[in-house]
């Protein structure tokens, strides 16, 4: 017991927290400023289905719209915060359009989503959608970025998503 505290103790960043999912089979760190969510802020949806949502404010559950979205938790996104949601697909449909994990992740501006019909008009934040494959698993990365969010929060983000780590 004494050693598994000490790996978490050495492998954290200072500032960072780290987390583990038994039932997902993945690791992740994140700043521990930001707030996690115990539950998947999308109900309703079950291929793909939610694995992972950390932010900078609130995560309220679901939406008054689109099931395959966190619309109210997109929503809440302040000014200058920040949201990273993980959503993994059934192991049938890896092959189609997922790209290898890449070493660093980018966020680049994404062209037009779905997902913008899904939120009202105001307060709408930045959206990244990154489509990746890890270990035979294929995921979609949703990260929301607030209008005015700093180097730093941007930075956080992609750090996030670079710290997942995924098992088979």
Not at 68 to 92: C, F, H, K, Y
């Amino acid at each position: 017991m004494r050693f598994a505290a000490l790996a978490v103790l050495v492998l954290a960043t200072p500032g960072w927290v780290s987390f583990q999912s038994v039932r997902y089979h993945y690791r992740v760190s994140y700043p521990s400023t930001w707030d996690r969510a115990t539950s998947s802020l999308t109900p309703h949806l079950s291929d793909p289905h939610e694995i992972l949502t950390v932010g900078t404010g609130p995560l309220p559950v679901g939406g008054p719209r689109c099931a395959q979205v966190p619309v109210n938790a997109l929503e809440a996104v302040g000014p200058a915060g920040a949201l990273v949601s993980i959503q993994e697909r059934a192991r049938a449909h890896v092959d189609n359009g997922f790209a290898p994990r890449p070493n660093r992740f980018q966020l680049r501006p994404t062209p037009a989503l779905e997902i913008d019909a899904c939120l009202a008009p105001r307060r709408r934040p930045r959206l990244y959608f990154i489509p990746f494959r890890d270990h035979g698993r294929g995921f979609y990365a949703l990260v929301a970025l607030g209008r005015t969010a700093t180097s730093q929060t941007r930075d956080d983000a992609r750090r996030v998503l670079d710290s997942l780590r995924f098992s088979p």
